[in-house]
């Protein structure tokens, strides 16, 4: 199986402009959560979600920040207007169905976003 | 309460050595607790996990000890190779780990040959 992918794997991007961040999960999972690493940090959680719902924002900045799981496609973390505090590691991982073996998080590469 | 507290911030072991990283926690209702290895560069990989109801699981060379009362758990590496130098990250959910992981800070973990 595949495991967690993520794209792009480095990306630049001046003040102001726009950053999406892309995740595909591991085969068979529904769940996503996104997480963020700033240099010589922990990860820290950003948004939880299940294909096209929402369950937990409460990580996510209030302003610039916006998590999607479509139906089709990938998960889709966008940042807008970023500023150079947004540059940080983003990292994906997924877990399958809540069931009694399947809670395991499984992370992808990450994205380095890098805001000039 | 959602802290996961964890020491010590770097480790340095010699080869053949045991590798001792320690995390405590305050909520609870944490009920899921692993441990990820991350490389630089990598994502955190998956390494080895315990949940509250026994006190220590091991998976070849690498142990988790958990002290519900204390509300504190360990990993152990037994005989530290260079390979293991890494970063180590514990972490603790809520509802069998199908919600947000709660990290520690991360130990450098160094490996001298």
């Known amino acids: 199986n595949a495991g967690v992918m993520q794209n792009p794997r480095h990306l630049v991007r001046r003040r102001g402009q726009e950053a999406r961040l892309r995740c595909s999960p591991m085969?068979?999972?529904?769940?996503v959560y996104w997480y963020r690493q700033l240099p010589e940090e922990g990860l820290k959680f950003m948004v939880y979600?299940?294909?096209?719902?929402?369950?937990?924002e409460s990580g996510m900045p209030k302003e610039r920040f916006s998590a999607e799981f479509p139906k089709e496609g990938p998960s889709i973390l966008r940042i807008q207007q970023v500023v150079r505090g947004d540059s940080a590691a983003y990292f994906c991982?997924?877990?399958?169905?809540?069931?009694?073996?399947?809670?395991?998080?499984?992370f992808g590469p990450g994205t380095r976003l890098t805001v000039t | 309460q959602q802290q996961v507290k964890q020491s010590p911030q770097s480790l340095i072991v010699q080869k053949g050595g045991i590798s001792i990283i320690n995390c405590a926690y305050e909520?609870?209702?944490?009920?899921?607790f692993p441990w990820y290895q991350q490389f630089p560069g990598k994502g955190p990989a998956l390494l080895i996990a315990?949940?509250?109801?026994?006190s220590e699981k091991k998976e070849g060379r690498f142990t988790i000890s958990f002290n519900k009362s204390a509300k504190q758990f360990s990993l152990h590496i037994m005989d530290s190779q260079p390979g293991d130098s890494a970063t180590y990250f514990c972490?603790?959910?809520?509802?069998?780990?199908?919600?947000?992981?709660?990290f520690g800070q991360g130990t450098r973990l160094t490996i001298n040959p």
């Open positions: 991982a997924s877990s399958g169905p809540l069931a009694e073996s399947s809670y395991e998080q499984y």
């Open positions: 085969k068979g999972h529904s769940h």
């Open positions: 979600l299940q294909k096209e719902n929402i369950i937990d």
């Open positions: 909520n609870t209702a944490f009920d899921y």
């Open positions: 315990i949940r509250p109801d026994v």
């Open positions: 972490a603790a959910s809520m509802q069998r780990g199908a919600q947000k992981l709660v």
